[in-house]
């Protein structure tokens, strides 16, 4: 199938006479009674910031959306965690884009996310599945490889215009995610930060829980509360564990400031995936499609008769007509 790229969508122009190997679908999953939800708190002592997020359906769902292989999953699921705690409860509008171009089998991650906890994503090859690691655990950080981390901060548009969005690069480190994402907060925004993030999968390939935490530190922060926080980091065990362990995110906070006054009345909003919305995503799409030009929709419309575009980050597809695309078209040119 030949495609044209408008931003993240596909327009899709099939070839005659070629065939798709059927792709191995991931279970639907019922996570009743789990809820996603992210809560911000600070000690106590004012001194540590920390968010915690339980996502495991907002990783099932963009697993299932992009057929994953398990060690995929893993990788796309902590890359979509850990950019919802970089870009959660920031100035409202502002978005957080991290990108992953590594030289590894998943050919790149992309993710975007907003200060109100939406979040999507996509990596470049969804069936990237090298061999487990010696240990017998998934190997992301061979999936993902070596190269550069970039993360752009696009501020919201206000009275004085659109600010310049704030692009900042390091090189990969171990390709594991929450390692490289951490060193990028200490390195380019100079927050020193503690990051863990977890995906279990299930014997069936479902995401049996998903989670992470991101801990900040701020500059006036005694000698003593760092080393209670490195004390309770190594003592609290993996998110996963504590996620399936029954632990919710106030549970999670509570273990990691465990000696500094943790609390569980913090900011709190619930995550979700996307906007994939199917109104929001027809608008979008036809914009796009009109951004060919007339000549081009109507050499495509007449080949074919009509016009498919899908969504490169939740994998939707939606079919247009010749009216719909020229009335777009209209439309932008007024």
């Known amino acids: 199938m030949l495609t044209k790229c408008v931003g993240s969508l596909s327009i899709a122009a099939p070839v005659p006479n070629v065939r798709r190997p059927a792709r191995r679908r991931l279970p639907r999953v019922s996570c009743s009674g789990t809820a996603d939800e992210c809560m911000r708190s600070i000690s106590d002592n004012g001194q540590v910031s920390i968010m915690v997020v339980r996502g495991t359906q907002l990783v099932q769902e963009a697993c299932q959306r992009h057929q994953t292989s398990p060690t995929a999953s893993a990788a796309l699921g902590?890359?979509?965690?850990?950019?919802?705690?970089?870009?959660?409860?920031r100035e409202a509008g502002e978005k957080t884009q991290v990108t992953f171009k590594g030289d590894g089998a998943l050919a790149g991650i992309q993710i975007i996310a907003d200060s109100k906890g939406t979040v999507k994503g996509k990596v470049g090859n969804p069936a990237a599945d090298?061999?487990?690691?010696p240990d017998g655990k998934l190997d992301v950080g061979q999936a993902v490889g070596r190269g550069v981390l970039a993360v752009v901060r696009s501020l919201p548009y206000t009275n004085r215009g659109y600010e310049t969005?704030?692009?900042?690069?390091?090189?990969?480190?171990?390709?594991?995610?929450?390692?490289?994402?951490?060193r990028y907060l200490v390195d380019s925004e100079q927050t020193q930060s503690a990051m863990g993030l977890g995906v279990s999968i299930g014997k069936d390939l479902s995401i049996r829980s998903a989670g992470g935490f991101l801990i900040q530190v701020l500059p006036f922060a005694e000698e003593e509360t760092l080393a209670q926080l490195e004390k309770n980091i190594v003592a609290a065990g993996s998110v996963t564990g504590m996620l399936n362990e029954g632990l919710g995110v106030a549970g999670i906070t509570e273990r990691l400031l465990d000696g500094l006054g943790g609390n569980d009345t913090g900011f709190q909003l619930q995550p979700r995936y996307g906007p994939c919305e199917p109104s929001d995503l027809q608008d979008r799409m036809r914009s796009a499609v009109a951004l060919l030009g007339e000549k081009e929709v109507?050499?495509?419309?007449?080949?074919q008769g009509k016009i498919e575009v899908t969504c490169e980050f939740c994998r939707q597809t939606y079919a247009f007509n010749e009216a719909e695309v020229l009335q777009a078209l209209q439309q932008q040119q007024q």
């Open 78 to 89: 902590r890359a979509l965690l850990g950019t919802l705690l970089m870009g959660a409860f």
């Open 130 to 133: 090298p061999p487990l690691r």
């Open 165 to 182: 969005p704030y692009t900042g690069l390091v090189p990969i480190a171990t390709g594991e995610i929450a390692e490289d994402l951490a």
């Open 298 to 303: 109507r050499d495509i419309v007449a080949e």
